[in-house]
């Protein structure tokens, strides 16, 4: 996608344009998930639940992977429908923690941890989105002549 800073900084100055995706906090929190995910479902003795496992690693990867290929498309009403799964699927992954922790897989305090980040990710996704939104709506410059 590229293009001009996505979203304004704190007193209104524009950010600094956007070239690749691995620039963005969302993915790069996202990857973050992705990594702590994988960690935990490698520990007996959640790693026999083969059904589970594979349904939290690959909600955690969709994240970070739906991030990544909307930013690529090219267009903002793309990269924003994207942006609308990745948050769908952060909102799977908190979804699976309950089925973890109430299952006995992970401690409190694990769960407690793991949904704070996911809800931290929830909101990064969401501001990008919403950003995003915001120039996808705004009326093409004037070209000059």
Known sequence: MGGEGIGAGKNGERRAKVERFEDLVAWQRARNLTRTVYDLTRREPLARNFGLVSQVQRAAVSIMSNIAEGFERGGRAEF??????????????????????????????????????????????????????????????????
């Open 80 to 145: 924003h429908q994207f942006l609308s799964t990745a948050k769908a699927s952060c909102a799977e992954v908190r979804s699976l923690l309950y089925v973890l922790v109430d299952a006995g897989y992970i401690d409190r305090a694990t769960f407690e941890r793991l949904l704070a980040e996911t809800e931290e990710l929830g909101r990064i996704v969401g501001g990008l989105r919403a950003a995003v939104g915001r120039q996808r709506d705004q009326p093409a410059p004037a070209k000059s002549r």
